[in-house]
């Protein structure tokens, strides 16, 4: 599989366009916007396509998809974002048309779901190309990890199945998956504050009764990495809150009302969590439900993730403000009222010996003080 940029894939004559879910055709659209949809309960939760004919129709189909596609390419705000894409050939781009020919000139595969998107001339199978089936080579870590530029002695080390895992993973830390017996890792550098974060968030986390993705220390290629086993398979996907809120949004849905009602509990504990760990990066797009493949149907919330912007805004016990709520409230705010909810469920002792600085220790155990004090008020 070539992932190689084709300049042609999105020019006159593409004819049209299957949007896969493995080996369902979901739906197909074509060049001149109209579309069929043969499963709408599987199509994606970010994509709206409507049948018709009309101009404003069309134009609105292709303008979505276009979207869709760009959303499966890595930002350019990611660190070692221009090293990524020049590595793979491509030019930097800046519509959702330039970024959907890049997703479309490697199926815009992904490791957070199953879609992919098969041309008119692909006959292959979604065994044949899926990224759980292929190991991704530590030539292309290197430029995604370290922003390294390839070399003519490490480029040829790189199948083009290799290069496509990185590029559709979202957020701005430098961050690159590997492969190891037969297991996906991801790794993350930043800087030796946002590895430790991660670590000592992970380990605070552990200690509460909520699902969430465990971070160990690691390294790579002599560079300090937090280090988290993948949590979506060929069976399970994730999909971001942002996502689901394009879906509430063409479907009149109260987004939070349809949160509430899928698992308000780890809707709330994520707040306590945020508050407690001072966790400036609870964006709508760090944040979402696990989805089954075998129906497309979106269970609890997935497993609480991306710690490494902890313990920032992290000198009052207030902290920042809230991301996830649609009132403009502080972090305090939000965790009280969390605790209210569904109360603290903490499990087990935060140990202080983990901190290595004692003005984050102080903060830490002063806003847990705050929410046992607000639980016991509730009793």
């Not at 160990?216 to 979506?232: A, P």
């Not at 949160?259 to 707040?271: A, G």
């Amino acid at each position: 599989m070539s992932i190689r940029i084709d300049r042609s894939v999105m020019s006159k004559g593409w004819k049209h366009f299957d949007i896969m879910h493995k080996d369902r055709r979901v739906a197909r659209i074509y060049e001149n916007g109209k579309c069929t949809i043969n499963y709408p309960s599987f199509m994606p939760y970010n994509l709206y396509l409507e049948k018709g004919e009309d101009t404003d129709t069309c134009i609105n189909n292709l303008s979505n998809f276009y979207y869709w596609c760009a959303s499966r390419v890595l930002t350019l705000d990611r660190k070692y974002a221009k090293e990524i894409l020049n590595s793979i050939g491509a030019i930097q781009v800046y519509t959702d048309r330039e970024r959907a020919a890049i997703a479309i000139s490697y199926c815009a595969l992904s490791l957070m779901d199953v879609y992919w998107i098969r041309s008119k001339d692909n006959k292959r199978s979604f065994a044949e190309i899926s990224l759980y089936n292929h190991s991704l080579s530590d030539a292309f870590v290197d430029v995604s990890l370290k922003g390294k530029n390839l070399t003519l002695e490490n480029a040829e080390f790189i199948k083009t199945q290799d290069q496509a895992g990185d590029i559709g993973t979202p957020g701005v830390a430098p961050k690159a998956w590997i492969r190891k017996d037969g297991v996906f890792y991801l790794l993350k550098d930043g800087d030796e504050r946002d590895v430790d974060a991660e670590i000592l968030a992970s380990k605070i986390v552990n200690c509460f009764d909520i699902a969430s993705v465990s971070y160990e220390e690691s390294e790579f290629n002599g560079t300090r990495v937090s280090k988290c086993k993948i949590i979506t398979s060929e069976e399970n996907s994730i999909v971001s809150s942002e996502y689901v809120d394009i879906y509430c949004t063409n479907r009149d849905i109260n987004k939070m009302d349809f949160v509430l009602k899928k698992d308000s509990y780890s809707y709330y504990m994520m707040n306590i969590i945020d508050y407690l760990i001072g966790n400036v990066d609870r964006h709508w797009g760090n944040w979402g439900f696990a989805v089954d493949n075998k129906t497309n149907k979106l269970g609890k919330l997935y497993p609480l993730m991306d710690f490494n912007k902890a313990f920032m805004s992290y000198e009052t016990v207030n902290g920042a403000m809230c991301q996830t709520t649609e009132k403009q409230i502080s972090q305090k705010q939000a965790a009280i009222e969390a605790v209210q909810k569904v109360g603290l469920n903490q499990l087990k002792e935060v140990n202080r010996n983990w901190f290595n600085d004692e003005k984050i220790a102080d903060m830490f155990f002063a806003r847990l003080a705050t929410l046992k004090e607000a639980e016991n008020k509730g009793l």
